[in-house]
């Protein structure tokens, strides 16, 4: 099993280095190279956005200051904008554009698993908009691999761990708040597993404050591991990359859903090297 | 059963138009406000970012190109790249900003549920970025209440449509590519059930294709409804709003996970009014 690990960390550390290679033909990455040949006319300036040049600035973080915003925020903008706006709202001050350009609260959508529908977490989705767009996305090249794993280490943190880690200094709610392990970076099992354990509705106070120090609990670990990209030691711990080794994108909770009887995905011929 | 949708429809209607009254206090109801009182400063304008002024302006598109852009782009950013490039690709030739400013390319992140987790498709997930990006987030006014509707809306439609709907003009893949009905806005139910169907493995070129097609689906339907709602002739369609009718955010095949034993999730204390 820790082999299989293992064998799935370099596996998914090779291909991410396969794939930022292959796609370093893409826009951002011409605008990388082209930076280095002085009078070649950049595609990603032609066709690409202003802000579309990764890394985006960045200077490091409070961690308990950035929650504190976030579990504020999560009260305006829920649980997806409150955990931009924890990190953006900083760098906007901090650094200014593009951080200033970029539409924060129009991610209010995330809320509710995306318009109430209970998929993916606004936190996770949140934490991975943030680390995507300070790092890069994964077809910038390869000093942009990070963006996709810091987010990808959150779904896999966030699905492992008993939320919420942060408690705010000045709680909205005073009623203790237990922790659960979701074992899924779903907001529909998040917050029905709280809901179970606790007895707390989805319309009470509680489940509220809830879901805002889960949003806060994601910001501090997400600057945790920014700032330690930021100082060149971030590493990346999970190593889930279903679609390589399952054949089919998923979480990690098969039985879950499927209970005993999972069904296996019809798989790619393997490639005979002669 | 057709009285509960009507009633979940009302319902619907009504809570976002009180939702979108209350929310005028946040910091872009403000700057709605503050526009028609000279002299009053903005508080969206002191800490809002420069592009958080909703509707963004928006002319018309034509689905069938955006759709073809969209099947192209997903072989570049993927699903949830692909359709905010279609639509914003197009808007920054148009009008230019806020669009030049919006990183694009920072969302290939969305690809395969996000990270490779199965989570919300990232058709599902870019079009809602694009119709609340346009049209805004629902706590920026009554003006912005279908930014949210028409995001919702495709993740009805998206679940209940035998998908992909559309074919480019000049397929990567000439094989026959059926279509499938997911029940579902995840990627992992959505492309498993294709796959099943199809007997094609995740990393076949068909299957490729079938997403690509997905992608292009999503963006044709999208700027179908933008276009509606630029005409001011948008009407929500999608009725799910789990969390006030049956206590927590979810998607509609509870079944299909829960089999019949579906938990009932505890309720919030029904308000009597003296």
């Known amino acids: 099993m820790e082999e299989e690990k293992k064998l799935d960390a370099q596996m998914s550390r ?45 200077v490091k973080l409070d961690p308990e200051k950035t929650a504190e915003i976030a579990y504020n925020e999560w009260y305006r903008v829920f649980c997806g904008g409150a955990v931009i706006s924890s990190v953006f709202s900083q760098l906007r001050e901090k650094v200014g554009e593009p951080y200033k350009s970029f539409p924060i609260d129009g991610f209010v959508f995330l809320e509710g698993g995306m318009a109430g529908w209970g998929t993916v977490c606004g936190s996770n989705a949140g934490a991975n908009v943030v680390s995507n767009l300070i790092i890069g996305p994964r077809i910038a090249g390869p000093d942009c691999e990070h963006g996709h794993s810091v987010g990808a280490d959150m779904m896999d943190w966030y699905s492992n761990t008993a939320l919420p880690t942060f408690a705010p ?37 509680e489940r509220k404050d809830r879901c805002a120090r889960v949003s806060a609990s994601v910001a501090h670990k997400l600057v945790v591991d920014l700032n330690a ?35 296996a995905p019809p798989m790619a011929k393997t490639e005979v090297k002669k």
């Open 229 to 263: 990209w930021k100082d060149g030691k971030f590493i990346p711990r999970s190593s889930w990359t279903p679609g390589k080794t399952v054949g089919i994108t998923g979480q990690q909770n098969c039985n879950e859903c499927h209970g005993t009887n999972i069904p």
């Open 14 to 58: 090779r291909s991410l280095l396969i794939n930022a290679g292959k796609c370093a033909v893409g826009a951002a990455g011409i605008a990388a190279v082209a930076s280095a040949l002085p009078g070649f006319v950049s595609k990603a300036e032609a066709v690409g956005g202003a802000t579309e040049k990764w890394p985006w600035p960045y």
């Open 169 to 205: 200094r000045e709680p909205k709610q005073k009623t203790a708040i237990i922790q659960t392990t979701s074992n899924s970076p779903l907001c529909h099992v998040s917050v029905g597993k709280w809901m179970k354990s606790s007895g707390f509705a989805l319309a009470s106070p």
